[in-house]
């Protein structure tokens, strides 16, 4: 059975993009938009369709923000810990 949005859902949707939009308007990079509308709960796919991209740029995007985030913060600890001793 398909779910049929109703003209209620379809107008917060619409506001919900608008807002994400505003957000992250200016915000630099493709890759620090995704982040900013992913850490608020938005869904790569969505993400997508509110910056106008396609599904994969947003995930890569997403992937490579994680993926330099991961090893920042691992240096970042192992140096702390070495700091304490």
């Known amino acids: 059975m398909v779910h049929e949005p109703n003209q209620v ?3 917060l949707d619409t506001v919900i993009k ?7 308007q200016g915000n630099g990079s493709l890759s620090d938009k995704a982040v900013t509308l992913q850490r608020v709960g938005i869904a ?3 993400i997508a ?14 992937y490579k923000a994680k993926r330099s985030n991961g ?15």
Do not use: C
């Open 9 to 11: 859902e379809v107008k």
């Open 18 to 24: 608008l807002l994400a939009l505003q957000a992250v």
């Open 44 to 46: 790569p796919k969505e």
């Open 71 to 85: 090893k920042g913060k691992a240096h970042g600890s192992k140096a702390k810990s070495r700091q304490s001793r």
């Open 49 to 62: 369709s509110i910056l106008g991209e396609k599904g994969q740029a947003i995930r890569d995007a997403l």
